[in-house]
């Protein structure tokens, strides 16, 4: 066990991050997040590294909302006064751009409380009404829990199999032969776009057109790929696409689900309450159609404004900029620490298509102890199994830890990172 109060690192000079070698200028996005400027209670500055867990927000999206509690805070799709009006407005409007965003139209769209919800609502809301015992639902190794314990629990209920696509733990990809084999006769196939531990994107247009000639659905978990990529949910084919608002720049507790046209009309509600119906009497009620029937309660309008905002943000960035600057990074990151006596990278960030996490993990050093360490030098990373503990068993390890980024990032912070990394293990590892 490593001891942790330790006060004698370096302080780093983070100064230096004008424009990208790529053209992106970091330096004006950087001032749209003034939670960047902090200092931790020790006196370092901060480095956000986990972006991957959530993004930082940048200052329209807090503007946004605050100036909906502030000057027009009403509910929506209820009232006629002024106020209603005004939130319904930007509720609808919020979904008019971020349907937009995703390549498709507003019907599609079904507010959610984040890509959890999303993929619940899948397994509720479609699965529970058109699939039956004996039917096969394919996941990966890869899947977040948010996408196994789902369909874990619909296998109990109903009887469906689960197969599990297993993962080549040499290049980190999916097995795609697995693949092949595992989709035949599948009517469901759970898939996450961009793994959040091995930052390694999967080969979706392949994976759509094998599960689509075995007349399966298809739902993609883009949690992990919306931050980093423009993905247009019409061109992808997929039948539904869970998202999620707070780690592309928008608040906590709101995301969607896109559905495919014919996919909602095989829906039935997941919750049931006020907003999605059409009449309720004591002998009973009807319901709304499409996105209305499966958006029930209160709505959550401010967190929708936010996520509205912080798209019309992002929209104003060029994605694939943006994803080469933190591939960048995350590249040279992976190269350097890898580097590192007795630290193994999980992952290949070297890839092109690289979300820009970078896992790794010490081979005397705790991961849970490695991070309290480079947080005292200002390092802000994930540790655990990030909610993917069939992965860590793939890849025989309890945990990892995980330097993940985002626009806002910069080499300078990468070059401190490495160089303060280079030091606890110098300082601690038992050599
Ligand atoms: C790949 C993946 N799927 C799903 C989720 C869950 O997303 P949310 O926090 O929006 O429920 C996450 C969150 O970390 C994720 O990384």
């Known amino acids: ?233 019409d061109q992808s084919g997929v039948d539904f696409m869970a998202i999620s608002a707070h780690k592309m720049g928008g608040p906590t507790g709101i995301g969607c689900l896109l559905v495919k046209r014919d996919a909602m009309e095989q829906m039935t509600p997941f919750m049931t309450g006020g907003s999605m119906i059409k009449t309720v009497s004591v002998e009973g009620s009807t319901f709304q159609e499409g996105h209305a029937m499966l958006e029930t309660g209160t709505p959550r309008i401010a967190e929708a404004i936010g996520w509205g905002a912080a798209v019309e943000w992002l929209d104003r960035h060029d994605m694939k900029e943006i994803h080469s600057h933190i591939n960048r990074i995350a590249s040279w990151t992976a190269e350097q620490i890898s580097e590192i006596d007795g630290i193994t990278v999980y992952g290949d960030p070297t890839r092109g298509d690289s979300s820009g996490a970078v896992s790794f993990l010490h081979d005397s050093i705790q991961s849970q102890d490695l991070a309290l360490l480079l947080d005292e030098g200002g390092f802000a990373v994930r540790t655990g199994h990030h909610c993917a503990q069939p992965l860590m068993d793939a890849l025989g390890v309890p945990s990892t830890n995980r330097a993940s980024f985002w626009l806002y990032n910069t080499m300078d912070e990468a070059e401190a990172f490495v160089e303060h990394l280079r030091y606890v293990v110098d300082r601690f590892s038992d050599k």
Request: charged letters at 20%; one cysteine or more; glycine letters at 6%.
């Open 1 to 233: 066990m490593v001891p942790l109060a330790i006060h004698e690192f370096k302080t780093h000079n983070l100064l230096r991050c004008s424009v990208d070698d790529m053209g992106m200028d970091v330096e004006s996005i950087r001032k749209d997040f003034p939670i960047l400027d902090r200092k931790l209670p020790n006196g370092k500055q901060l480095v956000y590294f986990d972006n991957a867990a959530t993004s930082q927000k940048p200052q329209c999206v807090i503007d946004a909302m605050s100036e909906y509690y502030s000057e027009y805070n009403s509910n929506a799709h209820r009232a006629n006064h002024t106020l209603a009006d005004e939130a319904t407005t930007a509720l609808e409007g919020a979904r008019k751009s971020i349907s937009s965003f995703f390549g498709t139209s507003p019907e599609q769209m079904v507010y959610t409380s984040g890509a959890t919800e999303a993929i619940n609502l899948v397994s509720y809301g479609w699965a529970r009404e058109n699939l039956s015992s004996g039917d096969v639902i394919v996941l990966t190794e890869m899947e977040h829990h948010a996408d196994i314990v789902p369909w874990q629990q619909l296998s109990k209920e109903k009887g469906v199999e689960v197969r599990y696509v297993p993962i080549d733990t040499d290049s980190f990809t999916l097995d795609m032969d697995a693949f092949e084999v595992a989709v035949s006769g599948a009517s469901l196939v759970c898939v996450v776009h961009t793994s959040n531990v091995l930052g390694i994107r999967n080969p979706i247009e392949r994976i759509v057109e094998l599960s689509h000639s075995q007349g399966a659905r298809v739902l993609l978990d883009c949690a992990q790929g919306a931050p980093h990529e423009r993905i247009s949910f």
